[in-house]
């Protein structure tokens, strides 16, 4: 895909110089060269090659939306009637949309084109992309490198240069991470920004969809689309919808990051450095940079993975094999129906995740566990929410490393449970927060420098990113 944004990718459209017809044809071919990379878990050709012909007319008569002819890929979690979604299990292999998510309908109703669905770790849970049933997705980059995870092929698509933007899902740095890994832009919108009707759930007080494009101007632009009150989920902002269209900002800004995040051991010295010599740069332009404290950073994962496997627990009960899901065949009665449904149709990590959050939330333990990580979630929300009243918006390293290398043997999860350390501060607290590519990396990878801002305070994350990508 040879255009850098939508903005250029309009002129050709509107100036004739192409189709939305030849734009799908060129992403179908392209998908097919880049096959090797397991992306797509499954291309919608005939969706696709409809819709652009629908657009092309709407090109012609001048009446077609704001994201006409822009192609885009969905991860594995967002339902789109009647095509198939799975979240990467074997639980949901078969399984087919009853309806569309409203992220997907806001979409296709500004004139975007759906191209497929991407793979994930499965039910979004993971850091790497190998949770998934059909295999991990791998980094374009660098086929022996993971993509990230958890909406890796939808990072991917857009890396690969088959798609113009993708959307994710977010939960604890699932957007970010893959940005920051593939060197493309994504973000995290606000808790209740964007709708969660129709998007498979996880942690149902952490999921956010949001979009991954090659610019910050196409993360703003589609992210305003998706966004906006949504009657099928009450959890979603009635809010209106600020415009979120790039702006230079009229004024310096004000930034911190946290002493505890650069001074972290885990940390490669040389993201450290570059953060730094960003921060100089940011204050000879006039901008303020300040170190904050921030005490809380070794209980964010904690906090994090213990709340998010009891919403899990609860979320994923329904894959019984007889509401939904896969059906065990080798079963005698009720109980081994449930049970041999679950065990052959979930893997590994989402068992064990399951186990963990039945755990947390048991008689017993709930107060210990659950109920402390709710009271801890409240008062990390409650800091960040009061430094962003001293400063515009906080920055640091999206992740602590580049890729990593796919097919690492982890005896302990928890090592993988770490990479998560930078990125769940913001769905812990609710706030929107984005990657930018940032590098290279001497090893020649790209990383991210991540932006957090206020509750739907959008606009000014998008201007806060755009004072740092223009560095
Ligand atoms: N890596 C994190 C996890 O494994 C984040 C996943 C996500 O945001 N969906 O839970």
């Not at 004024?251 to 960003?278: G, H, M, T």
């Not at 709930?366 to 409240?378: E, L, P, S």
């Amino acid at each position: 895909m040879t255009y850098p944004s939508i903005e250029s990718l309009h002129s050709a459209l509107y100036a004739g110089e192409t189709t939305c017809a030849k734009l799908v044809e060129a992403s179908l071919v392209r998908a097919e060269e880049k096959s090797d990379l397991n992306i797509f878990i499954e291309l919608f050709p005939e969706t696709a090659r409809a819709q652009a012909l629908a657009v092309d007319q709407k090109i012609q008569s001048q009446t077609a939306g704001p994201l006409a002819g822009v192609i885009v890929a969905l991860k594995d979690n967002l339902c789109f009637k009647g095509h198939g979604v799975s979240a990467s299990s074997n639980m949901l292999r078969d399984f087919e949309s009853q309806f569309t998510a409203t992220v997907v309908q806001k979409l296709i109703d500004a004139d975007a084109i759906i191209l497929g669905r991407t793979g994930c770790d499965e039910f979004a849970m993971g850091s790497s992309n190998e949770t998934s049933a059909y295999g991990p997705v791998k980094n374009p980059l660098d086929p022996s490198l993971t993509p990230g995870g958890s909406s890796g092929g939808s990072a991917s698509a857009v890396a690969a240069g088959i798609c113009h933007a993708a959307l994710g899902s977010d939960t604890g740095g699932s957007i970010r991470q893959p940005a920051a890994f593939t060197g493309t832009y994504g973000v995290k919108p606000t808790y209740g920004r964007v709708s969660r009707h129709g998007v498979i759930a996880y942690a149902s007080s952490f999921d956010q969809v949001g979009p991954f494009a090659k610019c910050l101007d196409d993360l703003a632009k589609i992210t305003e689309v998706i966004s906006g009150a949504d009657a099928y989920d009450t959890t979603c902002s009635d809010r209106a919808v600020p415009s979120m269209a790039l702006a230079q900002a009229d004024r310096p800004f004000s930034f911190a990051y946290y002493k505890e995040v650069l001074d972290n051991p885990a940390l490669d010295p040389e993201i450290r450095d570059y953060f730094f010599a960003q921060v100089q740069k940011l204050e000879a332009a006039g901008h303020r940079v300040e170190a904050m404290d921030f005490p809380y950073l070794d209980a964010l994962v904690p906090i994090y993975y213990i709340l998010t496997t009891a919403e899990a627990s609860s979320n994923l009960a329904r894959y019984d094999g007889v509401h939904v899901g896969h059906r065990s065949e080798n079963a005698s009665d009720l109980e081994s129906l449930y049970k041999k449904s679950r065990s052959e149709g979930f893997g590994e990590e989402v068992q064990r995740r399951i186990l963990l959050g039945t755990f947390v939330l048991s008689a017993g333990y709930f107060d210990a566990f659950y109920g402390k990580a709710q009271k801890a979630r409240r008062v990390v929300r409650d800091a960040t929410l009061e430094a962003l009243q001293q400063v515009d918006a906080l920055i640091g390293p999206t992740t602590p490393h580049t890729a990593f290398p796919l097919g690492q043997e982890y005896t302990d999860p928890t090592v993988l449970y770490l990479e998560d350390i930078f990125t769940v501060q913001a769905p812990i607290a609710g706030i929107p927060a984005v990657s930018i590519p940032a590098g290279p990396h001497s090893n020649g990878l790209p990383f991210g420098i991540q932006i957090m801002a206020g509750p739907f305070d959008e606009p000014k994350l998008f201007q806060a990113a755009h004072i740092l990508d223009r560095l």
